[in-house]
């Protein structure tokens, strides 16, 4: 089993290095203003609403993303994957690299927001708390305070999830400026 998982490490791993890390993802202008809207909508993250929203919404918008991505990649011919491939930005990542990872960490926020909500739906820490001595006052407090920090990150993560569409966005924007070094027309 360990044979599986290394691998499946090491891609993330280098997905989320391409991508720039937890620098990359804090500096976001999208994941900064995640955090403003889910602060405002405290209200929408303090009861459990917010899981059958997500349940309901980030399959259709995953489905959306896995087929835009690959096709995306389908039509890219190999000259313009090359051309890409051979600009880099500013830390040194290639452009494909870079827009390959946007969509990729858009599909793996999806994700992360999905499995949140399978998790915080679930019975296993109340059912864990409740077995916790009645004497152990804290206990309560303990829960509640979990309770709404799970909620308030997953509903962040159904918030990121939505405003990454805008990101993706734009790094087709990007690819549809891309001239084909090979096309000499408009020069």
């Known amino acids: ?6 691998p499946f490490g090491r ?4 997905y989320f290095r391409t991508y720039g890390g937890w620098t990359a993802v804090a500096q976001s202008p ?13 209200s929408r993250w303090i009861k459990e609403g917010w ?20 096709i995306l990649f389908s039509l890219l ?10 600009v880099s930005n500013d830390r040194g990542v290639s452009q494909l690299a870079a827009v390959n990872s946007t969509f990729f960490h858009f599909i793996f926020v999806q994700v992360l927001a999905l499995i949140w909500a399978f998790l915080f739906s679930g019975t ?6 409740e077995q916790l001595p009645k004497s152990w006052i804290g206990a309560h407090n303990l829960y509640n305070a979990l309770y709404l920090a799970g909620s308030a990150i997953g509903y962040l993560l159904l918030v990121y999830s939505v405003l990454l569409v805008l990101a993706a966005a734009m790094a087709i924007y990007r690819l549809a400026m891309i001239k084909d070094p090979a096309d000499t027309s408009s020069s």
């Open 1 to 6: 089993m360990q044979d599986q998982f290394r």
């Open 11 to 14: 891609w993330i791993s280098a």
């Open 30 to 42: 999208l994941f900064q203003i995640s955090l403003v809207i889910t602060g405002l909508n405290y």
């Open 51 to 70: 899981v059958d929203l997500t349940q309901t919404l980030i399959p259709t918008l995953l489905g959306f993303s896995l087929g835009t991505y690959a």
């Open 77 to 86: 011919g190999n000259r313009l994957k090359g051309a890409m491939s051979s």
């Open 124 to 129: 296993a820490v109340k059912d864990l708390f």
